[in-house]
């Protein structure tokens, strides 16, 4: 019996669209706080009042913006990296349970770094959480189709 199979093209799919909603609802949540003035406000004054920085230390809207493109950043790390690996492993690769379980893994701590946002009052924080749960479900019956489907 071999471990390695190939990459079944439903899944292919559904990982794919799953991370460009995830990628796309995002760019779309990071656009809308950069754009309001308010929420710059929020966190200058989170900022100032956390005591971390030098008195005197007075940050501006391009501080506000890097901020936001750097934690955007790490929030599609994982599901980019994981799109792309998906679609090498379909194209050049098979698959293992190796792989399902690493980013089963993965999946489950960017879900965990969206869900510590708490960010309970936007709908792209629950958009992005429905991402991450059909991107985890998906992974997870890929198991099922190595058991039952053992093509080469």
Do not use: C, H
Not at 69 to 83: E, S, T, V
Not at 100 to 117: D, K, S
């Amino acid at each position: 019996m071999n471990s390695y199979t190939r990459f079944p093209k439903r899944q292919l799919y559904i990982i794919l669209i799953a991370v460009a909603f995830i990628i796309f609802i995002s760019s779309i949540d990071v656009l809308m706080r950069v754009k309001d003035e308010t929420f710059f406000e929020l966190w200058k004054s989170a900022v100032l009042n956390s005591g971390a920085y030098p008195e005197g230390f007075n940050p501006t809207f391009d501080d506000y913006a890097g901020a936001e493109m750097f934690r955007y950043l790490f929030k599609i790390a994982i599901p980019m990296g994981f799109g792309l690996l998906t679609y090498v492993t379909y194209q050049k690769l098979r698959l293992n349970r190796l792989f399902i379980f690493i980013w089963a893994v993965l999946l489950a701590g960017g879900m965990a770094y969206t869900f510590f946002e708490l960010n309970f009052g936007s709908v792209f924080y629950y958009l992005v959480m429905a991402g991450y749960l059909v991107l985890i479900i998906t992974v997870l019956s890929l198991t099922q189709e190595m058991n039952s489907n053992r093509n080469l």
